[in-house]
C-alpha cells in the first residue's frame, strides 16, 4: 500500500510514515534497515548520536532502491552545534552515510543553555542553500525557541520533530508550529514502550472494532491527526504491523477518545534540560 506523502514548506514531499532507528544498534542496524526497506518503508530517521549512521548506509545502498525513492533524515548532535561545527559535523554525517544529499537535517536539541541554535540555524540554512541537504528542520523546539528562528532567521523550519503520542500532544506548541507553516514529526509515536498507551482500554475498544492491533490503531490516530511519524521495532513482523494501517480509518469518535487520554507529562527529557 503506498504511503501517503506530505508537502513541506519549501515544496519538497516527505512519506507521512516512516522507520526509526533510535536505539537499533551499529552492528545491527543494516539488517534491521534492510528489513525495513523490504516490507516497503521508504523514509529512515537517524541521528549523528545513534551510532548508525554507516548502517543505515551500508543498508540503502545494497537496497538497489533508486535515491530519488528514499527520504532519509539524520541530526546535528548538541556538542556540534555552531557553524564550522555544524558544517563538519554534517560532512560526517553524509559521509557515513554515503549519501550526497540528505532530504533532511535537523538541529536534534535546541539546547538553550549554549545559546547556539540560532547560529547553528543559520549553518543549517547554508548547508540547504549548498543543496545537500534538500529540507532543513528543528527538533525538540518549544515555542520560544522557534520564535526566535522566526524573527532572527530566514528560512522557516520545514519541521519540529517532538515527543507525541496522544498521553502527550503538545498541542499548543503544535498549533503555533503549523500556523507557522512548520510541519508536526512525532516521535517516541507508541510513547517508547515507557507509557502503556498500548494497554488503553479506548486503544483495544477501537482496534478490536476495526480487527486490527492497538499500535495500529494509534499509528492511525497520528496520521489521521496530521503527524508524520515513524516508528520503530528491531522484529520484521512488527515493521510489517505498523505499515500496515491504510486499510481502515478511525471515526472521530474514536480519534476523540484516544485524544482523551492526554496526560500533562512527557516520558522523556524536558528540553530546556538537554545539553
Ligand atoms: P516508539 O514510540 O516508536 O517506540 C518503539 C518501541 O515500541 C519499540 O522498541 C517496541 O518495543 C515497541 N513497538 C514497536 N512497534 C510495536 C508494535 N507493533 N506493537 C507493540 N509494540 C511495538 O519510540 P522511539 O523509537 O523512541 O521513536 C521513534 C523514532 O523517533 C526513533 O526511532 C527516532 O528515529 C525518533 N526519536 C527522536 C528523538 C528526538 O529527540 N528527536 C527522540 C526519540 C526518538
Redo the contacts with the bound molecule.
Keep these: 500500500t503506498p504511503v501517503p506523502t506530505l508537502t513541506l514548506n519549501d515544496g519538497h514531499t516527505i512519506p507521512q510514515l516512516g522507520?526509526?532507528?533510535?536505539?537499533?544498534e551499529p552492528e545491527e542496524t543494516q539488517r534491521i534497515v534492510s528489513d525495513a526497506l523490504q516490507v516497503g518503508y521508504r523514509h529512515i530517521?537517524?541521528?549523528a548520536i545513534?551510532g548508525n549512521e554507516e548502517g543505515v548506509g551500508f543498508a540503502l545502498a545494497a537496497s538497489g532502491i533508486s535515491r530519488a525513492d528514499l527520504f532519509v533524515t539524520t541530526?546535528l548532535w548538541n556538542d556540534r552545534q555552531g557553524t564550522e561545527s555544524a558544517f563538519d559535523a554534517f560532512d560526517e554525517s553524509l559521509e557515513k552515510l554515503g549519501l550526497d544529499y540528505v532530504d533532511l537535517y535537523?538541529i536534534?536539541?535546541p539546547t538553550p543553555a549554549k545559546d547556539r541554535y540560532v547560529e547553528s540555524w543559520k549553518a543549517l540554512e547554508q548547508i540547504r542553500e549548498s543543496g545537500r541537504a534538500r529540507s532543513i528542520g528543528v527538533?525538540?523546539f518549544l515555542v520560544p525557541h522557534l520564535d526566535r528562528l522566526l524573527i532572527e532567521t530566514d528560512i522557516v523550519p520545514a519541521v519540529n520533530?517532538?515527543?507525541l503520542?496522544p498521553a502527550h500532544q503538545q498541542r499548543e506548541l503544535t498549533e503555533f508550529a503549523r500556523a507557522q507553516g512548520i510541519a508536526v514529526e512525532?516521535?517516541?509515536?507508541?510513547?517508547?514502550?515507557k507509557y502503556p498507551l498500548?494497554e488503553e482500554p479506548v486503544v483495544a475498544v477501537a482496534a478490536e472494532a476495526h480487527g486490527k492491533?492497538?499500535?495500529?490503531v494509534v499509528i492511525r490516530w497520528h496520521l489521521q491527526t496530521g503527524n508524520i511519524?515513524?516508528?520503530?521495532?528491531?522484529?520484521r513482523a512488527?515493521m510489517i504491523?505498523?505499515l500496515d494501517v491504510f486499510d481502515f480509518e478511525l471515526s472521530r469518535t474514536e480519534l476523540a477518545t484516544i485524544s482523551s487520554l492526554e496526560r500533562a507529562g512527557r516520558v522523556?527529557s524536558h528540553p530546556n534540560d538537554v545539553n
Design positions: 522507520f526509526g532507528v533510535f536505539k537499533v530517521d537517524t541521528a545513534y541530526k535537523l536534534h536539541w527538533s525538540n520533530q517532538i515527543e503520542h512525532a516521535w517516541g509515536p507508541l510513547g517508547q514502550g498500548l492491533t492497538p499500535a495500529q511519524l515513524f516508528p520503530k521495532s528491531n522484529r512488527r504491523e505498523n522523556s
